[in-house]
């Protein structure tokens, strides 16, 4: 098992941006060939995909909704994965959580994804 630490998160303005970080340990080996994604839960809702990077960080695929303005990173060498924001809305507001694919495939349903972090609130006032 891969432990996963979400840091990051803050209160921001529309507009603004946010870059947040996922820190493995554990069996970190494991991430070496993981797809790796984060998913986000606002109040009330259910928990959705936002972006994934391949095994190898060689491709990344992206929620419709936060095409363009956010961007999944990885750092194998130092077991870290980021997602950086920029254009922030308030519908962006929602706790983010990062995972470590079963597969070098990045997809979109969490039934893909063994580890969770624990999560980091993003707030995006107007």
């Known amino acids: 098992q891969v432990h996963l630490v979400d840091s990051g998160g803050g209160l921001v303005q529309t507009g603004g941006s946010l870059t947040l970080s996922c820190a493995a340990s554990g069996r970190t080996f494991a991430m070496y060939t993981s797809a790796m994604a984060w998913f986000r839960q606002a109040p009330g809702k259910e928990r959705e995909f936002v972006g994934s990077i391949s095994g190898r960080g060689s491709s990344t695929y992206y929620a419709d909704s936060v095409k363009g303005r956010f961007t999944v990173s990885r750092d194998t060498a130092k077991n870290m994965v980021y997602l950086q924001m920029n254009s922030l809305k308030p519908e962006d507001t929602a706790l983010y959580y990062c995972?470590?694919?079963?597969?070098?495939?990045?997809?979109?349903?969490?039934?893909?994804?063994?580890?969770w972090g624990q999560g980091t609130q993003v707030t995006v006032s107007s």
């Open positions: 995972a470590r694919g079963r597969t070098s495939i990045g997809g979109s349903s969490s039934a893909e994804y063994a580890d």
